[in-house]
């Protein structure tokens, strides 16, 4: 945190900002932007000795995080003294996370006020840049960070502060989300205090607070007690908010580290998941979509391990790793195929096709990685092409049934040095080799290794990379990131919202989705005065394509007055709480940024980095594009840095009481209640059955019923030449009620539904579970809410209200559950059959419901009963005129959706002997995915 300055002080690119002033060998100081900064050359000898006797003092350090949906706001506040007779250069430094964005800098020198301002960088040194802040990451920030520094000279007996602001959005690996902040004060310190509060309306499933995680660097010194929270560390938590406190005394720190507290302070934590489409947020015309599904069955992987055995591997960093994959190899299970290549200036295949997970192909792997030795060049090249011409062939000449991934472990210590050395060139080859369907995860090992290549590599090639530092146990290092990419239960994964709806989202399309993980998008409503917006996520689980769907109420436009939308120095700021909105900027600046950095020359690249540049002005992101200058305010301080260090601390504090506060529960304001009242068409039939015909063209509606007999199986929809649908219901009886008409009553106890293209699929479903079957047979509960899907086939289950049945998007059929907790002796549970869209049906579908679906019909007065006297004084009858049939017809109300609307219609009478085509008997299935039909495809009646 404080350290001696070097001999030329400066910002560094990308975290800090960037100062050069050189002063020869006479002391001197500059003012550049109203801000003094200088230069000393003096012997090492004797700048030790200065710090050793006037050190400042460091009188407060203290870090504030307010996390909001995953999205972090942290504040990082220190106040130095110079206590010596003459003026101090200090130098300022924070680790901060590699993810993160920088959003402020403001420092106070005595009473004056020097704030940091966020603005365009010169084009022409966007290359450098980029660079330095690679050699930046990797030289200066352990791993995951990046560091901060800045340097000021301090007048005898005076004061300084500084105030670093940022944000990040929280990654979920291995089933938790993990908050790291650098407590490195490298002094004892009279008031230290970390401060972290957590706000998730899902609700905190798990939070733990680590044991202080120790540096890397010399002297970090180790405290006496690493297991559980660190000493003084108070956990105040409800349902759906945390606020962490660690608070040492000086005795305290002094236990931890003689020297002061060296170390990074980490809190973990999940959230509830009730729904599997995810966690959505909408505020303020933006929304943010966390989708993170369990419960799911992994897909088979076809993995290649690949391994750097060059000369540079000798010793521990092989011997470790060569562990590692003994252990992986175990993990694997049995529907995976496994295959291992080492690589040198050679490439050194152990099988030439992959071969399934069996005890004896585990051990031979193990013993081919036990006899590799380090020895040669490095062919990375090579050694990705050979892997990945492993996996294509494998998928080529093997018929698998299963959805699969394919993926290639990578790992080396080194740089390209045999064979195809240019690393654009192996980008280019890699990703044509690829072409999508191999997912590449690299690890770099040491201090040697070409970084940026395995970065792109990964990047380019739907993977993931991780670095593991020379000092560092290379095998635990490769288990944690398996780990990561064991468990892969999503493929093709695909995030659809309205394009009316939407104005801009980030990424949607997701090649994967491994256990533990997230997906996050976030977008901008183009209609800010919508109240729902709907979402709709595909994506494949080996024979299953599973399809989840949603709408989401927009909510309140407004909530409180809020805070700035940084965490920066200015407190109240405007625009109220944004934090949807800043983690959307975030992300969309993310991937641009990644475009422009990994892309092409062509204009592509020059519009992402045009738009990542001004998204990044408007949010004050500090990034490779942006730059930070300094200017002195206007503003002087009486009491310096007491009223402007509070706001900067305070972050978004402001935004956590108005959430908290405008809803005592927040979990639940984002989830709508269901509602069983669904608005389809009214062509049904339900009840006893009741039957209802809709057309929409004549704007009439008819209703007959049928009685039938219990065991019967009706034709509902017949359909199978053409689009394949065939709907069939099967009955059950029950008592006639006292005093009623019936002897007996009839309920539909069974709908079951043949799907016979584009493949033949069976789904059957009654009040008390769903049975789909196409390929596997998958059995839902009624009583639970789930999707599913299989062959163009999506079925969602709404608990103990109703399924919704979709069939290549363009026939969609709703059956409602009816339930009774004490049901009379004449009552059954029983269903209701509903069509809600029947586009996809033909012109020759037929059924009891079916044959009437795109006809028109028409009312007529006729006399009363067709060869009877006129002047007999009979009231003239209505008469409907459809398919050529001509039905005597009686007006009546019939109540639908669960009695929840009543409809006019016009009902025929005698079982719709005159309106349907044929008799009861040709409407009778001899099972209940029987497909057959009684009647032609023409428009000729079969009697």
Partial sequence: MLSSPQPIPQFEEGKGLTRTCRTGEDLAQNVYDGFPWVGLSVPRQVRLLQRLKT?????????????????????????????????????????????????NFTMLLGDQVFQGEITEREKKNGDKLKEKRNKTSEDNGEKGTEM????????????????????????????KYEHVISVRPQQLVGRLMVEVNILERSGLESLEVLPLQHSRQKGSGRGEDDSGPPPSTVINQNDTFAKVTFKPSVVQQAKIAQNGILGDFIIRYDVNREQSIGDIEVLNGYFVHYFAPRDLPPLPKNVVFVLDSSASMVGTKLRQTKDALFTILHDLRPQDHFSIIGF????????????????????????????????????????????????????????????????????????????????????????EAARGQVCIFTIGIGDDVDFKLLEKLSLENCGLTRRVLEEEDAGSQLIGFYDEIRTPLLSDIRVDYPRAAVEQTTRTLFPNYFNGSEIVIAGKLADSSAEQLHVEVTASNSKKFVILKTDVPVGPREVGNGV??????????AGGPKHVERLWGYLTVRELLSSWLHGGD???KERARQKAQALAVAYRFLTPLTAMHLQRSALRLDQPGDALGTAAAAGPEALVQSLRGASPQPGPALKKPYSPRIKVSRTSVDGDPHFVVDFPLSKLTVCFNIDG?????????????????????EL????????????????????????????????????????????????????????????????????????????????????????YKKPAPYQRNHLGFYISNSKGLSGNCHGLLGQFLNQEARLTEEPAGLGKDPQAGEQPETVL?????????????RKIYNGEEQVDCWFARNNAAELIDGAYKDYLAAHPFDSETSFGLGPSRAL
């Fill in 881 to 893: 005129k459809v398919k050529g049939h001509r039905v005597p017809v009686v007006w009546k109300q």
């Fill in 732 to 819: 059950i009886g029950a008592p006639a009620p006292p005093g009623g008409h019936k002897k007996q009553r009839t309920y539909f106890r069974t709908i079951t539904i043949l799907v016979n293209k584009p493949e033949r699929s069976y789904l059957e479903i009654t009040p008390n579970r769903v049975i789909l079957d196409g390929g596997d047979r998958l059995v839902l509960p009624c009583n639970q809410s789930a999707v599913a899907g299989s062959r163009g086939l999506e079925v969602s289950v709404s608990a103990n209200a109703n399924v919704t049945v979709t069939i290549q998007n363009t026939i969609a059929f709703v059956i409602l559950i009816h339930l």
């Fill in 148 to 175: 901060f520094r800045a340097s000021v000279v301090i007048p005898s007996k005076d004061k300084a502060a500084f105030f670093l602001s940022y944000e990040e959005l929280l990654q979920r690996r291995l089933g």
């Fill in 602 to 604: 062509g204009p592509e």
């Fill in 709 to 729: 007999q219990p065991g019967d199986i009706l034709r509902l929809v017949s359909d199978h030449a053409d689009s394949g649908v065939t709907v069939n219901g």
């Fill in 55 to 103: 050190k400042p003092l460091m009188t407060e350090f203290s870090v504030k995080s307010t996390i909001i949906s995953r999205y972090a706001f942290t504040t990082v506040s220190c106040r130095l003294l110079n206590r010596a007779s003459e003026d101090q250069e200090i130098e300022f430094q924070m680790q901060i996370p590699a993810a993160a964005f920088i959003t």
């Fill in 344 to 431: 040198s200036n050679r490439i050194k295949v152990w099988k030439d096709h992959l071969v399934s997970v069996t005890p004896d192909n585990v051990r031979d792997g193990k013993i081919y990685i036990h006899h590799m030795s380090p020895t040669g060049g490095t062919d990375i090249n090579g050694a990705l092409q050979r892997a990945i011409k492993l996996l294509n062939d494998y998928v080529a000449h093997n018929d698998i049934e299963d959805r699969s991934v394919s993926l290639i472990v990578f790992l080396t210590d080194g740089k390209p040095t045999v064979g195809e050395t240019h690393t654009l060139k192996i980008l280019n080859n890699t990703k």
């Fill in 564 to 573: 700035a939308g940084s965490a920066g120095p200015e407190g109240g700021g």
